[in-house]
């Protein structure tokens, strides 16, 4: 039988920046805080994401002793500027469809075990943060993020992987506290600009940009619009102004050649646009949180996103996509994002269009002209 300083060893060999060992006992506070507050988890579960159900991972693997965290760097490299602005970091290197990365690493790792006599699992939905946590890899930030105690300058920018095994190890000390100082003053709390953030462990979802990105439903509401800025996918506000993850920040990072390479098919007009097959064969692979039947959530996020730029060369591409586009919540974000440019040129838009609308997206063009007018 294998023993923890080998499988240690297999897991830096497999480009992993850390490894801890936890308990397969089941994560009974993370369960009570999910059945406390699952009216803001119902989205997830409407998914298909049963995060009750992970919490126990002998509901995973019957026959669980212990778990595996392995813990992956996802902000190795240096983004473009024109993809960090508008999605967040996580999402740039997402390999879970492509299979070109990660996944290999992953698989690499449980074939290893496999040939050493371990049977083991990867959910989706065991409570990853809190598995490393348990498996003294770091500490909890205010913003519900995880710090790692040895890699990226101790920063939030890993991912864990909890891999759930039939054979025991001696669990590692938790660390289940939040690291953050005292002098940090609630920065992440402070600066979320929709107010999700509620304090360590607590977030309301229905306010996180990163959740109403893709899986807000219907039109985003007014009072949210301004707030969640530029994020089309993600976001990584929280993260950026603290002050654990300044260290990181500062590092001359390589650029990366992969997301370089992507990153025409992610320009906003072109995503504005996109029909199905455009989606499914350049975007979808890399952010694939919604099918080919959300399109409208993204030309909405876009067009959010163009009319908080505040950038009047976007006016041309709103207006032809409010030719193209039947959607009624899509009509109305883009009727929004002219008044939130607010030009002369975007008004007189507005004031063409107005004859032709009814309904939510007159309300909305009517909503927008008025902005136009205040500012």
């Known amino acids: 039988m294998i023993n923890k300083n080998e499988i240690i060893k297999k897991a830096h060999e497999c480009g992993f920046g850390d490894i801890g060992f936890t308990s397969a006992e089941p994560f009974d506070s993370q369960k009570e805080l999910l059945q406390e507050r699952q009216k803001y988890y119902e989205p ?3 998914v298909g994401l049963d995060l009750i159900a992970g ?44 299979k070109d990365g990660l996944s290999k690493r992953i698989k690499a790792f449980r074939s290893y075990l496999k040939d050493n006599g371990i049977d083991s699992k990867v959910p989706f ?60 003053k609630n920065s992440c709390i402070i600066a979320c600009p929709t107010g999700a953030l509620k304090g360590p462990r607590k977030i309301d979802p229905s306010k996180c940009i990163s959740f109403l990105t893709y899986y807000g439903e219907g039109i985003t509401p007014i009072e949210l619009r301004e707030p969640m800025g530029l994020w089309i996918y993600g976001c990584d506000h929280c993260q950026n102004v603290c002050p654990r993850n300044a260290p ?30 455009y989606f499914n064969a350049r975007i979808w692979p890399h952010m694939f949180y919604m099918s080919d039947n959300d399109i409208w959530r993204w030309k909405m996020n876009v067009a959010r996103a163009m ?20 959607d009624e919540r899509v009509l109305g974000m883009i009727s929004w994002a002219l008044g939130r440019i607010g030009s002369t040129k975007a008004k007189k838009a507005l004031d063409d269009i107005l004859p032709r609308s009814y309904g939510i997206v007159r309300n909305e063009i009517l909503y927008a002209l008025n902005m136009s007018e205040s500012d």
């Open 248 to 277: 990181w920040l500062k590092k001359d990072l390589p650029a990366s050649k992969k997301v370089a390479g992507i990153a025409d098919d992610f320009r906003l007009d072109k995503l504005l646009h996109m029909d199905k097959p």
């Open 307 to 326: 009319g908080n730029s505040r950038d009047e060369e976007y006016i041309p591409d709103l207006l032809k996509a409010f030719q193209n586009n039947d």
């Open 125 to 184: 939905n065991l409570p990853h943060r809190l598995a490393a946590a348990r498996a003294g890899m770091g500490t909890f930030g205010k913003n519900c993020l995880f710090y790692s105690n040895k890699i990226v300058r101790k920063g939030s920018w890993v991912l864990p992987v909890a891999v759930v095994v039939d054979k025991e190890f001696a669990p590692d000390e938790p660390t289940l506290e939040v690291g953050c100082p005292d002098w940090c």
């Open 55 to 98: 919490t126990d991972p002998k509901a995973i693997l019957p026959e669980a002793k212990s778990i595996i965290v392995l813990m992956e760097v996802y902000f190795k490299e240096a983004f473009p500027r024109t993809m960090e602005n508008y999605f967040g970091r996580c999402y740039l290197d997402d390999d879970r469809v492509t």
């Open 44 to 46: 997830f579960f409407r």
